[in-house]
């Protein structure tokens, strides 16, 4: 079956750019997109096909998909931000997610 | 905005049918759009249940797939999911969710608020 591997956890300053990876193979040939999910909340889209940002999303969150790494880059990063992120894709009539990748901002 | 209310009981005896539904407000489900049921075991990531169409075209998790339905009633605007023969391992919120595309293959972009599922005698 279809893998996608994150990191457990991705740490950055405020102000700075974060970075989490999202790897599977030839993910780059599918669409990823990414949520975003607080303590006790639903997660919430934040970037669909591959680098779209749903309407109220800021600017400040994009995406990019090559190879076999789709990445979500958190530009400005804010305490706000600091949540779990997940990736997800189609496979073979299968949607799989991404394990999370918990983002502390400190 | 599209609204989606869960409904359904919390807690399931092990050997039992979880059923769970999704109203959904704002939208006219039959117009079309993928619909589809997701859940979050205490203290770990999301794992797809399955979605379904409008039309009811339906794609499943194959690691639940013997004990999964998902039906749609377009009359009542709602979706709905029965997994059987539950157990322990079936504890989690689950969600209900809007595929934001015309085909199965897209992002969820509207949940449901989520509703805990105990497994327990």
């Known amino acids: 079956s279809y893998e996608l591997t994150q990191p457990r956890s991705v740490s950055v300053s405020p102000g700075q750019t974060a970075s989490i990876t999202c790897s599977g193979d030839?993910?780059?040939?599918?669409?990823a997109c990414w949520y975003q999910q607080k303590p006790g909340q639903s997660p919430v889209l934040v970037i669909y096909?591959?680098?779209k940002r749903p309407s109220g999303i800021p600017e400040r969150f994009s995406g990019s998909n090559s190879g076999n790494t789709a990445t979500l880059t958190i530009s400005g990063t804010q305490a706000i931000d600091e949540a779990d992120y997940y990736c997800?894709?189609?496979?073979?009539?299968?949607?799989?997610f991404g394990g999370g990748t918990r983002l502390t901002v400190l | 905005q599209v609204q989606l209310q869960q409904s359904g009981p919390g807690l399931v005896k092990p050997s039992e049918t979880l059923s769970l539904t999704c109203s959904v407000s704002?939208?006219?489900?039959?117009?079309?759009?993928?619909w589809g049921w997701i859940r979050q075991p205490p203290s770990k990531g999301l794992e797809w249940i399955g979605s379904?169409?409008?039309?009811?075209?339906?794609y499943n998790n194959p690691s639940l797939k013997s004990r999964v339905t998902i039906s749609i009633e377009t009359s009542k605007n709602l979706f709905s999911l029965k997994l059987t023969s539950v157990t322990a391992a079936d504890t989690a919120v689950y969600y209900c969710?809007?595929?934001?595309?015309?085909?199965?293959?897209?992002?969820?972009?509207?949940w449901g608020q989520g509703t805990v599922i105990t497994v327990s005698s």
């Open positions: 997800q894709a189609w496979d073979s009539g299968t949607e799989v």
């Open positions: 379904i169409s409008h039309t009811g075209t339906t």
């Open positions: 030839q993910l780059g040939n599918k669409y």
């Open positions: 969710a809007r595929g934001r595309g015309w085909t199965a293959d897209d992002a969820f972009d509207f």
């Open positions: 704002n939208y006219s489900i039959s117009r079309g759009y993928y």
């Open positions: 096909q591959d680098n």
